[in-house]
């Protein structure tokens, strides 16, 4: 949650300067200097002492981790829906604008409305995983984004697609928790190593598809790319069904 704090806090500062001064350079300086209390932060910081009961791997020990079904499971779900998330942080501002005839602020506002969302959902979602189960609540979730794609990238245009972003982000945010709680409570002496794995499969996931949807937007349109997210997310319920029966077996 405090992740999204950060990232709906960010563009919504960007798009203030741009408003003021409109120099990109100057937005950029400004946040870079965000930078300076985090290092004297992390120079300052103590270690918990519960960090000495983490277990060091091995590469063997590693490749013996990401086998586990719950972690495996974890890093392919991540994959796929960090694939949706930054196609949506790369594109959503300029499909709301070339697309949906938004101009350019009012885009970045809807951008900024999409990561603003993400902090009640990751709130929400937080207190619903330990009542409906970790893989059933992304399954229903999965389900229900399934459908507010479609109707954002098919069926609506104007205010009503605003509405499903803002759905979409509310809904999205409670996904990479969940999927990495999935993980650490399989193998909780190892949570430190399945961060990581978590980390580096939302890397990948991020830059994959984004740079895909680019190219498709090339060759035929940013709209049919941004359509394809509907087959991703399909894809990710069919991931979290295969790893709620890998768990139950």
Excluded at 45 to 52: D, E, H, Q, T
Excluded at 53 to 66: F, V
């Amino acid at each position: 949650m405090v992740w999204a704090i950060g990232a709906a806090s960010g563009p919504l500062f960007v798009n203030l300067i741009l408003v003021i001064s409109g120099s990109w350079r100057l937005a950029y300086f400004l946040l870079s200097l965000g930078f300076v209390p985090i290092f004297l932060l992390i120079w300052k910081i103590r270690l918990p002492s519960s960090m000495k009961r983490e277990k060091a791997l091995s590469l063997k020990d590693m490749k013996s981790l990401g086998k586990h079904p719950a972690v495996f499971g974890m890093a392919l779900g991540i994959v796929v829906n960090s694939c949706i998330e930054g196609s949506l942080f790369t594109w959503l501002a300029y499909y709301m604008t070339t697309t949906q005839s938004f101009p350019e602020s009012i885009a970045n506002l809807i951008f900024s409305g999409y990561m603003m969302a993400y902090i009640p959902g990751r709130f929400i979602y937080g207190r619903l995983s330990g009542k409906t189960g970790y893989t059933n609540l992304i399954l229903f979730n999965s389900v229900i984004i399934v459908f507010l794609l479609f109707l954002a990238f098919v069926v609506t245009s104007g205010a009503a697609t605003v509405a499903c972003i803002l759905t979409i982000g509310f809904s999205i945010s409670g996904n990479f928790p969940t999927f990495l709680a999935i993980g650490t409570n399989a193998r909780p002496e190892h949570s430190g190593p399945i961060n990581g794995i978590a980390r580096s499969a939302a890397a990948l996931g991020i830059s994959l598809f984004s740079a895909l949807i680019g190219v498709i937007a090339d060759l035929s349109s940013l709209q049919s790319g941004m359509q394809l997210l509907i087959f991703l997310m399909i894809a990710m319920c069919v991931i979290i069904f295969a790893i709620n029966r890998k768990i139950q077996n």
